[in-house]
């Protein structure tokens, strides 16, 4: 599958990173500059696990006004506040075939993307995975690979022939998702 992963902090780097090492085609979109420039002159991003194995990992970056790509899913890990800010930035690119999907903390995000995509297009849930971001273009995930659990559901609650593909993904990405 081709993702678009709308922010590229910590929980968007486990995702986006899990994701192209099952197979994916994963392009970052982030506008936070330090992070973009390291991310750009160490050539990726260091990633470890629980503070072990520090590698590089190459990533294709984009910011939203570059970005200009057409993916069968975006998923969007920003901060709630940030949200409303990137969804109009990336709606260029949007269109009415695409996916939604967020495991976003907080609320109200559901309702921001309500504003650009379909009911029966947006995918969310719950995330109980720990990662932290060390600084720009390094992250760490926590607990061993599969640690952590994750819900998700059609925003519709009928699943969908994508939903069903979505959770096959990230069943290979070993997310532990419901």
Known sequence: ?????????????????LLQEAGNDVTFIDT???????????G?????RDH???HLTKIKLETPESYNDDPDMLIFFTKQMQLAGFL????????DKQYAFTCMNGMGHIEKLQ???ADDKIIAGTALIATVLNGPG????MGKRGAGKMNMANLTEK??????????ELQKAQMNQR
């Open 1 to 17: 599958m081709k993702f678009a992963m709308i922010g590229a902090g910590a929980m968007g780097l486990r995702y986006g990173i």
């Open 138 to 141: 390094d992250v760490d995930f």
């Open 115 to 117: 504003q650009y995509f």
């Open 52 to 54: 072990k194995d520090r």
């Open 32 to 42: 936070w500059q330090p992070h973009i420039d390291k991310i750009r002159e160490q």
């Open 44 to 48: 990726g991003v260091y990633v470890s």
């Open 88 to 95: 109009e930035r990336c709606s260029h690119f949007f269109n």
């Open 159 to 168: 699943p969908d022939e994508m939903t069903h593909r979505l959770f096959d």
